[in-house]
């Protein structure tokens, strides 16, 4: 991980022969920077490793989860944990977690990700937790078996909320409408193939697709045009479309919530006859 952040322990340089006087001579040049007590960084190190690295601190909680390639809700501070007698106090962009760690698990930036999703657990809201850990499940990186190892150790009033996690989730957008619709009692699928439509996030009872568009995957010209010939499909096919983006998923949050509990109440989501064209997914 240290590579691939552009991280060099004090360790790393003198296991290739660098000197004081040769990484004087690349700090100079601009190729290295100190970042903190025996840690060098350069221009392609993330700002948020080196501002833990500053700070005797590591990377933990949604911080550490986003540089594992976890799929993260939004998040300001820098979150971070110290080591029991090393470090200073952070300042008001870094989230400071406690318990300190009595002793750093490897030789990483970054804390282990089962460690920083624990942190998690006593730091987020569940739904936020949730989405890590799905996030984590879908793209492989743990297994269900190293959840629930990750479950049994935080709190129990967040493990409550936890429940149902899945595997398939292919968004914490997704993520979060899900679980947002099933505390409302509603019925809904998640990453069901329709014949004819292809697979789609969100099935709300019968007939209600939402599909929730990140802006990674959704902003070019072709993928516009593919996802709206998918709703003509759809709709032709006897369902409703409804398309949330990133904006309104995470940041406009409440309206949206307002909008599907009145979608629910119109009973859009129930069949009106005829016979849909689903598969199984």
Same mark, same amino acid.
């Given at each position: 991980?240290?590579? %691939?952040?552009?991280?060099?322990?004090?360790?790393?340089?003198?296991?290739?022969?660098?000197?004081?006087?040769?990484?004087?001579?690349?700090?100079?040049?601009?190729?290295?920077?100190?970042?903190?007590?025996?840690?060098?960084?350069?221009?392609?190190?993330? &700002?948020?490793?080196?501002?833990?690295?500053?700070?005797?601190?590591?990377?933990?909680?949604?911080?550490? &989860?986003?540089?594992?390639?976890?799929?993260?809700?939004?998040?300001?501070?820098?979150?971070?944990? %110290?080591?029991?007698?090393?470090?200073?106090?952070?300042?008001?962009?870094?989230?400071?977690?406690?318990?300190?760690?009595?002793?750093?698990?490897?030789?990483?930036?970054?804390?282990?990700?089962?460690?920083?999703?624990?942190?998690?657990?006593?730091?987020?809201? =569940?739904?936020?937790?949730?989405?890590?850990?799905?996030?984590?499940?879908?793209? =492989?990186?743990?297994?269900?078996?190293?959840?629930?190892?990750?479950?049994?150790?935080?709190?129990?009033?967040?493990?409550?909320?936890?429940?149902?996690?899945?595997?398939?989730?292919?968004?914490?957008?997704?993520?979060?409408?899900?679980?947002?619709?099933?505390?409302?009692?509603?019925?809904?699928?998640?990453?069901?193939?329709?014949?004819?439509?292809?697979?789609?996030?969100?099935?709300? =009872?019968?007939?209600?697709?939402?599909?929730?568009?990140?802006?990674?995957?959704?902003?070019?010209?072709?993928?516009?045009?593919?996802?709206?010939?998918?709703?003509?499909?759809?709709?032709?096919?006897?369902?409703?479309?409804?398309?949330?983006?990133?904006?309104?998923?995470?940041?406009?949050? %409440?309206?949206?919530?307002?909008?599907?509990?009145?979608?629910?109440?119109?009973?859009?989501?129930?069949?009106?006859?005829?016979?849909?064209?689903?598969?199984?997914?």
């Amino acid at each position: 991980m240290r590579r %691939q952040l552009g991280v060099w322990s004090a360790g790393d340089l003198e296991a290739v022969g660098m000197r004081h006087r040769s990484i004087a001579e690349l700090m100079r040049a601009g190729t290295l920077y100190r970042a903190g007590h025996g840690w060098y960084a350069t221009s392609s190190t993330p &700002a948020a490793v080196t501002t833990a690295l500053r700070r005797g601190a590591r990377l933990t909680c949604v911080s550490a &989860a986003a540089v594992h390639g976890l799929w993260t809700p939004p998040f300001g501070e820098v979150h971070v944990a %110290q080591r029991r007698g090393g470090g200073r106090r952070c300042h008001s962009v870094v989230h400071e977690h406690r318990p300190v760690v009595r002793a750093w698990p490897d030789d990483e930036p970054v804390l282990p990700l089962d460690t920083a999703l624990v942190h998690a657990g006593t730091c987020l809201p =569940g739904e936020s937790v949730a989405v890590l850990l799905e996030s984590a499940l879908e793209r =492989g990186v743990l297994d269900r078996a190293a959840v629930v190892d990750i479950l049994d150790r935080i709190p129990v009033r967040v493990r409550r909320q936890l429940t149902g996690l899945r595997v398939d989730a292919g968004s914490g957008s997704e993520t979060r409408v899900r679980r947002y619709l099933k505390r409302r009692g509603v019925r809904v699928r998640a990453q069901v193939q329709i014949r004819d439509v292809g697979r789609v996030d969100l099935l709300v =009872g019968d007939r209600l697709i939402i599909e929730c568009d990140s802006r990674e995957f959704h902003d070019s010209a072709d993928a516009y045009e593919t996802d709206r010939e998918r709703d003509v499909r759809a709709i032709a096919a006897g369902y409703a479309v409804v398309r949330l983006t990133w904006y309104k998923i995470w940041v406009d949050w %409440q309206r949206t919530c307002e909008t599907l509990d009145s979608l629910v109440r119109s009973g859009l989501h129930r069949a009106r006859g005829g016979r849909l064209r689903l598969a199984s997914g």
